[in-house]
Structures are given as structure tokens and as C-alpha cells.
T-cell receptor, first 119, second 115 residues
Framework: GAVVSQHPSRVICKSGTSVKIECRSL??????MFWYRQFPKKSLMLMAT?????????EQGVEKDKFLINHASLTLSTLTVTSAHPEDSSFYIC???????????????FGEGSRLTVL | AQSVTQPDIHITVSEGASLELRCNYS??????LFWYVQSPGQGLQLLLK??????LVQGIKGFEAEFKRSQSSFNLRKPSVHWSDAAEYFC?????????????FGRGTQLTVWP
């Protein structure tokens, strides 16, 4: 089946630095990818929709200058956490849409997640 | 406001017992409905989905879910749980009006299986 890969799976950084997380669709093209954030013991929160070749669409309350998203190709979206702080520590998960989102054919595939720890 | 509710934070069952995980949604119209499973430190795997048609949906790993419009529910069931089913389970919805596949998740139910 379709595979979505994230890298790195774990990253530790110092407060004030920036961290980039990659999300790749390995065997299909994804014009749209989604970034989620998962807090401990909490649900996944949709952060933004990443569109290939255009600006990302952010959910309400998500700081676009803090979480920079770039979707430069049909197989790669990146999330950069800028000037990271301890409160940005979380599990970040991406998903990619395989083909058109229509009933019974479209499906989202999720990456393995990236755990960010900001010291 | 739209919402997805999983009322049970943690459920413990014995191996071989039956399982039902609850999910209720609050939407203006019937959304697309999903159940995902997440193992520790892993991404999410789709168990099953409901778009339309038969309200009893069969999924992978022996799971099924039933959509009940009158109750705005989409409960997940399995007749006999295996130890490998221990994981976090998420109910999710997508707006039928959305063509992009944005999902909104419940808070999850942690399943523990006793041997």
C-alpha cells in the first residue's frame, strides 16, 4: 500500500533554534498533505493543509510564522518549527492524500510521526 | 460547533472478550467517518471508513463499525480481542463538503488487553 515517510522520527533541539521535519509520499504523488500535532494523552490537532506549489492553509489558532510549511514537490512537504520553545515539544504527524478525495477511492495515509523535544 | 467525542479514555478487556469503542459526532450533516489505530510511537493506520451505503462497515483485523444516524454514533466493535490489539484508537470525521480530506479526531481511547 501507499507509504508516507517522515524524517526525522525523533529530534532534540535547544530553545531558540529551528527544526525541519520532512514528509514524503514514497510511491504516489500527493498534491495535498496535512500536518497534525499530537499532545500527550490528547487527540491529533490539524495544524495546516499543505498544497503543492502554493501557500499552506493554516487552521485557526496556528501561528503560520511559527510553523512554516513548504510543499515544493508532489512528494515532499516540510514543516519547520522556527525559534522553537519547550512548549513546541510534541509529536508531529503528516498525512498525504492519495488521488482525488472522492468516496470509496480517496484515502489518507499517515506518516510514522516525528517527536520533537525542545530543551 | 463540530465535534467528535470518544467518551472512554481507557478501556481494559481480557483477551478473547468482545470490544466496543464508542464514538459520537456533532455535525450539521452526516460526515465521512473513520476509525484509526495508533501503536506506541507510530503513525496512524486506517481500520475502516464509512462514506455511504451499508451502515455496518467491515474493516481490517476483524474490526467492524456501525453508523447510526439517529444516535450520531459510529461505534467500533470486535467480537474477540487479541493481545496485539492493544493500542490507541481514534475516531475521526471529515466534512462531506470538503474536497481536501481534512480530518478531525476524537481524543482517542487507549485499549489495554489482559492476557
Amino acid at each position: 500500500g501507499a507509504v508516507v515517510s517522515q524524517h526525522p522520527s525523533r529530534v532534540i533541539c535547544k530553545s531558540g533554534t529551528s527544526v525541519k521535519i520532512e514528509c514524503r509520499s514514497l510511491d504516489f504523488q500527493a498534491t495535498t498533505m496535512f500536518w497534525y500535532r499530537q499532545f500527550p494523552k490528547k487527540s491529533l490537532m490539524l495544524m495546516a493543509t499543505s498544497n503543492e506549489g502554493s501557500k499552506a492553509t493554516y487552521e485557526q489558532g496556528v501561528e503560520k510564522d511559527k510553523f512554516l510549511i513548504n510543499h515544493a514537490s508532489l512528494t515532499l512537504s516540510t514543516l519547520t518549527v522556527t525559534s522553537a520553545h519547550p512548549e513546541d515539544s510534541s509529536f508531529y504527524i503528516c498525512s498525504a492524500r492519495d488521488s482525488a478525495w472522492v468516496p470509496n477511492t480517496g484515502e489518507l495515509f499517515f506518516g510514522e510521526g516525528s517527536r520533537l523535544t525542545v530543551l | 460547533a463540530q465535534s467528535v467525542t470518544q467518551p472512554d479514555i481507557h478501556i481494559t478487556v481480557s483477551e478473547g472478550a468482545s470490544l466496543e469503542l464508542r464514538c459520537n459526532y456533532s455535525y450539521g450533516a452526516t460526515p465521512y467517518l473513520f476509525w484509526y489505530v495508533q501503536s506506541p510511537g507510530q503513525g496512524l493506520q486506517l481500520l475502516l471508513k464509512y462514506f455511504s451505503g451499508d451502515t455496518l462497515v467491515q474493516g481490517i483485523k476483524g474490526f467492524e463499525a456501525e453508523f447510526k444516524r439517529s444516535q450520531s454514533s459510529f461505534n467500533l466493535r470486535k467480537p474477540s480481542v487479541h493481545w496485539s490489539d492493544a493500542a490507541e484508537y481514534f475516531c475521526a470525521v471529515a466534512n462531506r463538503g470538503s474536497t481536501l480530506g481534512r480530518l478531525y479526531f476524537g481524543r482517542g481511547t487507549q485499549l489495554t488487553v489482559w492476557p
